[in-house]
């Protein structure tokens, strides 16, 4: 059985709307090409005309403000059904609001089809002027007119690479231009220039669509561009990172037994979240799973530096941490940073440097000097302290880590050894 791709043709435009007239020759258009209506996809965008959605028996994407182009070609980056159609509509204000997304599809000639709903005005939020505002066209923020030209979008989108592109006045039928478009190979793209009938009518009196048109210079007409719709596979591609990333075996035994979350924090330039690092390699040769997140400012070198880790027997869903189960803090500048989330701790164990003045917590505290070693190695010193109290891991899959990643010269592995008794 058929469905049309409109579900009812009493549409929810004010009388005399020229979008009406666009969902209506959309659907006329599809309907003689034969789609039925979940083999396409529309992707409107904020104003009036995406109040079209509801009304439409196709699937439906609604935008942000300018963004429906965006959403529609990362539809089409994933789509690799031919038989699928992809449809957006936009308002002038969007279509200006988005310009460069415009421009992007249409300069890779990505395959979808943009419709332009051009009422030369913003009309859902009051009747200001728009980059697609014709010169002397009034509106509420123009009212002697606009003083100046719009954009010409369809001699851009052509310019761009579109393979398709046409201006047609919103008058009468109008499908078989919108076939055209949907036939289109590539990016195609239609500006169907129209008067509001709130807003454009009431501050233009006796002007009429195609008077208005003639005007403006734009003047009705199609460009064609010959070239071939975007592909994947146009050029070589990037060796795929993960390939070199080494794999990481189990060759030691955990002890521990539930999802464990530690933030680290100290200062730039202290090793944090190379501490992180070397823990998370060493869990994961554990047998672990585990997740690394560094904090810190767009300065990098000045500051302090955070590193959140989590460490579980299972998959890791989640690697936020809004209460940690432990906190190793060596400088005051991490201690700074960290102080709500310490607040926070009803339990766990809280390791702070000595030089430190201690936090409010509710976790156990355990108070050392983690700098005797060097403050580069602080964190590392402190987080591997809280290992050997808890068992979670072996402290030689720590050092092992040290060794593989070619770190030895770097830390100094004799001094922390000292210190655990291996």
């Given at each position: ?51 079209i ?40 204000g ?8 415009i ?78 478009a949907?036939?289109?190979q ?13 807003y ?19 003047i ?10 975007f592909?994947?596979h ?68 000045v ?15 989640f690697h ?22 310490i ?14 003045t ?14 005797e ?10 987080v591997m ?38």
């Open positions: 059985m058929n469905v049309n791709i409109l579900k009812t043709d009493s549409l929810p435009f004010c009388k005399g709307c020229g979008h009406d007239l666009i969902s209506k020759n959309t659907a006329k258009a599809l309907e003689k090409m034969g789609y039925n209506p979940l083999d396409v996809i529309m992707v409107t965008d904020i104003g009036c005309h995406g109040i959605d509801r009304s439409l028996n196709t699937h439906t994407i609604h935008g942000l403000h300018g963004r429906s182009v965006a959403l529609g070609a990362g539809i089409a980056f994933g789509n690799s059904d031919p038989s699928k159609k992809i449809i957006v509509f936009i308002g002038d969007g279509a200006t609001i988005g310009l460069q997304h421009m992007e599809a249409a300069r890779l000639n990505i395959n979808m089809s943009v419709i332009i709903h051009n009422n030369m005005l913003y009309g859902m939020t009051g009747g200001q002027s728009s980059g697609l505002t014709p010169e002397g066209f009034h509106t509420t923020t123009s009212a002697d007119g606009n003083p100046f030209d719009g954009y010409d979008i369809c001699a851009l989108s052509h310019t761009a690479g579109a393979s398709y592109v046409a201006r047609v006045s919103g008058i009468g039928d109008i499908s078989d231009k919108f076939i055209k949907f036939q289109t590539g990016f195609s793209l239609i500006e169907v220039v129209e008067i509001c009938t709130s454009g009518v009431k501050f233009n009196p006796g002007r009429k669509l195609n008077e208005i048109i003639q005007a403006s210079g734009r009705p007409g199609e460009w064609i561009n010959n070239r071939l719709p592909s994947h146009q050029g070589r591609k990037v060796d795929n990172l993960f390939a070199k990333t080494p794999e990481i075996s189990k060759s030691f035994n955990t002890g521990l037994e539930k999802p464990l979350s530690l933030i680290m924090s100290g200062s730039a330039g202290e090793g944090v979240q190379l501490a992180a690092t070397i823990i998370v390699k060493a869990a994961m040769k554990s047998g672990l799973h585990a997740t690394q997140k560094g904090s810190y400012p767009v300065t990098v070198g500051g302090f530096s955070t590193a959140e880790v989590n460490l579980s027997p299972k998959e890791i869903n936020g941490i809004n209460v940690p189960d432990i906190a190793v803090i060596t400088s005051a500048e991490g201690l700074a940073h960290s102080t709500r989330r607040g926070l701790m009803k339990s766990g164990t809280l390791f702070i440097d000595q030089s430190l201690p936090p409010v917590t509710g976790a156990e505290m355990i108070i050392r000097d983690f700098r070693i060097g403050y580069r190695t602080a964190s590392l010193f402190a302290y809280f290992i050997k109290q808890s068992g979670i891991l072996p402290l030689e899959a720590v050092f092992d880590t040290i060794e593989s990643e070619g770190l030895s010269s770097k830390i100094p592995v004799e001094k922390l050894k000292s210190g655990f008794e291996i």
